[in-house]
């Protein structure tokens, strides 16, 4: 097999690190990121390669690539514990990233606005989450948390645990948020079940349940926004 030139081997202005610093990261290919990223290849593959290989694997998706769980990156060629670390390390940082800061606070007002914040957080997982955002009587967070997580189509809900979680923070008001990892928002019989039992627990403690949120992919589904909360 003939052999193939190393990245040492290439003209320097090619090479991921050295175009990064002279053209800026804009330049690079997805490809040259990741290479950058993993720091080295195999015996015959340089670490463009490797990457260019995991993605597309992936259908030339970052998405696609960004939901894999640790144990799949390491089937790939090349890849060892310490890469998929790596590459889960990144798109975990991309996603903390994509999500606003400081959003302790922050007035929930729309459901845009609390998609704004929990998109990033459950767009691309391939398991269902549900969350929960406190808020005060001025519709601002006091804080959101991880209820539960689930299976691909389910996630148990413990409205118990939900009240008394808000009653801790003596929250006014709250919204549940959990995700459909089958990308369709639109909400199934037990997520209406679920909606009216919370709401109806909650309003016993006069606290008010503003909205339901399903992230699903890219899109959402607010059960505020279509008068069924």
Not at 30 to 51: P, R
Not at 185 to 210: C, M, N, W, Y
Request: glycine share 6%.
């Amino acid at each position: 097999m003939k052999r193939r030139l190393s990245i040492k081997e290439w003209q320097e202005d090619e090479r991921p690190r050295e175009k990064l610093m002279t053209r800026g990261a804009q330049a690079l290919s997805n490809s040259e990121l990741l290479a950058i990223l993993l720091g080295s290849g195999t015996t015959n593959y340089s670490a463009v390669d490797v990457a260019r290989d995991l993605i597309g694997a992936n259908n030339n998706s970052l998405r696609e690539l960004a939901r894999q769980p640790y144990e799949k990156l390491l089937e790939h060629r090349g890849i060892g514990p310490s890469k998929a670390i790596s590459v889960a390390a990144v798109f975990e940082l991309s996603k903390r990233y994509a999500a606003p800061e400081d959003n302790n606070l922050a007035q929930l007002r729309s459901s845009t606005a609390v998609a704004e914040i929990f998109t990033p957080l459950l767009r691309d997982l391939t398991h269902e989450e549900c969350w929960i955002a406190y808020l005060n009587r001025a519709n601002k967070l006091i804080s959101k948390e991880r209820l539960s997580i689930g299976g691909v189509s389910a996630t148990v809900v413990d409205i118990k645990i939900i009240v008394k979680n808000a009653l801790d923070k003596l929250a006014s008001s709250m919204i549940m948020v959990h995700n459909h990892p089958s990308g369709n928002p639109v909400p199934g019989e037990s997520d209406k079940l679920q909606t009216r039992l919370l709401k109806e627990a909650s309003a016993l403690f006069d606290i008010s349940l503003l909205d339901h949120l399903i992230i699903a992919g890219d899109k959402y589904f607010s059960f505020a926004d279509e008068g069924i909360l």
